[in-house]
């Protein structure tokens, strides 16, 4: 069982910055792929970036390729998303998920296990 708790959201300007983090706890953090997903209102959940277990390999969503970084700290067994440059179609729910099986990072919802409960993110014009 792994539990993710995601913070650092809030209310930003066009043009500023959030970083994103997410804390995880159960089993160990260093041997799973993890994700950033993000969900607007009425639209359906999607992939924004992903990395791998060591966080030698990275992937984004073009949306966010060039203004966002993935990164991982095994040690503090956190997962964080940089977002720069923000734009008010970024305003949505964000989501960390662990992908326990996947050996290439997931661009899908179903490949990833375990989901925290969101932090809302909100970029005004």
């Known amino acids: 069982q792994v539990q993710l708790v995601e913070s650092g959201g809030g209310l930003v300007q066009a043009g500023g910055s959030l970083r994103l983090s997410c804390a995880a706890s159960?089993?160990?953090?260093?041997?799973?792929?993890m994700g950033w997903f993000r969900q607007a209102p009425g639209k359906e959940r999607e992939f924004v970036a992903g990395?791998?277990?060591?966080?030698?390999?990275?992937y984004y969503a073009d949306s966010v390729k060039g203004r966002s970084t993935i990164s991982r700290d095994n040690a503090k067994n956190t997962v964080y998303l940089q977002m720069n440059s923000l734009k008010p179609e970024d305003t949505a729910v964000y989501y960390c998920?662990?992908?326990?099986?996947?050996?290439?990072?997931?661009?899908?919802?179903?490949?990833?296990?375990?989901w925290g409960q969101g932090t809302q993110v909100t970029v005004s014009s």
């Open positions: 998920a662990a992908d326990m099986t996947t050996v290439v990072i997931a661009t899908k919802e179903v490949d990833y296990d375990y």
């Open positions: 159960g089993r160990t953090f260093s041997g799973y792929t």
């Open positions: 990395i791998s277990w060591s966080g030698g390999k990275t």
